[in-house]
């Protein structure tokens, strides 16, 4: 049983499942990779003679290696974005390793996003037992807590991507409607869809950090914006439509990682403002949830 080469096969044969695991959890394909590898190691320097369910054993050990990873991450000051790299998503330079992309499509961009708001065990809890089918007892060893607490955890892990302020449903699904026509118009380049959609006297701000430049701008006028919003078109295919303080907007987000926010106001049928929000305080501050129970099951299915 400790043959190197039988080893390496059964550990292999879990080699997918381990990396699902770790994306989930830590939302990057590098740091992912790093933790599958980690799990390796620890297999190599366990005794597996003694490890009666395999599968188990390595998700318990890249469900551990990620928390703490999670955990070390929250301890640090995250830095903003920088111009540069804002600069890439209008079109210049490689954002979009096929691997990453790949993974966050595979995932869902919006709920990589609030994945990511989520308190380490929160996103454990919810990750292993939502998407993976892990054990609340199960849970409960690796986060050092009762299975009811992982239990809670998970709930509220659940609350975080469903959000609180919701607008009733037929309104929700009407905005969501309007929402999503101007986001594919802004894929397709078309500019007639995206007149189609926007109130004639529309107002677009956008602060500094989402104009790229010193200072936040103000456009009005359908013509106006619908032509700003041809420029989008590069940034769109990392866009996904999401409830923004209980309104229908977009989150950018290449890699799952979020960079810039549009919020929608829509009266009578039209796109009557849009806020587009780049500077990361602001970002912090903003209630980001899954737009529909619906496209969330599509998400956790996948």
Not at 165 to 183: K, M, Q, T, V
Not at 196 to 208: Q, S, Y
Not at 247 to 263: I, K, M
Request: with cysteine; charged share 30%.
């Amino acid at each position: 049983m400790d043959d190197p080469e039988w080893l390496a096969r059964r550990f292999e044969a879990y080699r997918r499942h381990l990396r699902d695991v770790a994306y989930r959890m830590l939302g990057s394909s590098s740091d992912a990779d790093d933790a599958v590898q980690e799990a390796w190691l620890r297999l190599c320097r366990s005794d597996s003679a003694v490890v009666n369910n395999m599968g188990g054993w390595l998700t318990t050990v890249v469900a551990r290696i990620c928390l703490d990873a999670l955990r070390s991450r929250k301890r640090r000051i995250e830095e903003p974005a920088a111009p540069e790299y804002l600069a890439q998503l209008a079109g210049q330079g490689d954002v979009d390793a096929d691997t990453d992309v790949e993974l966050a499509d595979s995932v869902g961009l919006a709920v990589l996003v609030i994945l990511d708001r989520l308190d380490p065990a929160e996103r454990l809890a919810y990750v292993l037992h939502d998407m993976f089918d892990v054990s609340f007892e199960e849970i409960a060893r690796i986060a050092d807590r009762t299975p009811l607490a992982a239990r809670k955890l998970a709930s509220r892990a659940r609350q975080r991507l469903r959000g609180t302020a919701r607008p009733p449903n037929f309104e929700l699904s009407r905005r969501r409607d309007i929402a999503e026509a101007f986001l594919a118009a802004s894929r397709d380049g078309d500019f007639h869809a995206l007149l189609a959609v926007l109130d004639p006297d529309v107002v677009l701000h956008a602060d500094p950090a989402a104009a790229q430049g010193n200072a936040a701008i103000e456009v009005r006028s359908a013509p106006l914006v619908a032509r700003g919003a041809l420029a989008f078109s590069a940034r769109a295919r990392f866009a996904q439509l999401a409830l923004v303080d209980g309104r229908v907007g977009v989150l950018v987000a290449p890699r799952g990682r979020l960079l810039v926010v549009l919020r929608f106001t829509v009266a009578l049928g039209k796109i009557v403002k849009i806020e587009v929000i780049g500077e990361a305080s602001r970002l912090a501050q903003l209630e980001l949830a899954l737009l529909d129970d619906e496209g969330m099951r599509q998400h956790l299915a996948s």
